[in-house]
């Protein structure tokens, strides 16, 4: 891969306990935005939406990624090749499972959200995929979307 993941993570704006996250958010969101956990591919609630709108971080609210750069990768989870702002997202590398991967964290409260693989081909202005889990994200039709 030809970017570089952060090594060290800036402070979360948003830090709460384990015990408090666990109130917030049910036992599948928990293993997957807090312990990283990945959800089955093709059983997402967003992995073939079209809707548009603004998908925003299920932990804290922020926005991460729009419809407008959602494609089909069909890889069996939501793939978008940017995020809505370049500080929406901190990239860290994740040499788990005996592979090297770059982890995609939410910038606001570093929840967990999926990877990000570059050069795979697909025909997107940054032949980039960010292939994140459909728990770990919320979306907000836009007012087009929801009037149809």
């Given at each position: 891969m030809s970017f570089e993941a952060d090594t060290s993570l800036p402070v979360p704006r948003?830090?709460?306990?384990?015990?408090?996250?666990?109130?917030?958010l049910n036992a599948d969101e928990y293993a997957v935005l807090r312990d990283a956990a990945?959800?089955?591919?093709?059983t997402g609630?967003?992995?073939d939406t079209k809707t548009e709108g603004v998908y925003t971080c299920r932990a804290?609210?922020?926005e991460l990624f729009r419809s407008t750069e959602k494609f089909d990768s069909h890889c069996g989870w939501p793939?978008?090749?940017?995020?809505?702002?370049?500080?929406a997202v901190i990239l860290r590398s994740d040499d788990a499972l005996g592979m090297h991967r770059v982890e995609v964290l939410c910038a606001n409260c570093h929840s967990h959200l999926g990877h990000v693989f570059e050069g795979e081909g697909y025909n997107t202005p940054t032949d980039k995929r960010y292939c994140i889990n459909s728990i770990a994200l919320r979306l907000h039709p836009s007012d087009s979307a929801a009037e149809s």
């Open positions: 948003i830090q709460l306990t384990p015990q408090e996250w666990r109130s917030k990945t959800e089955r591919p093709f609630e967003y992995t804290c609210g922020t793939s978008f090749f940017d995020p809505a702002a370049s500080d």
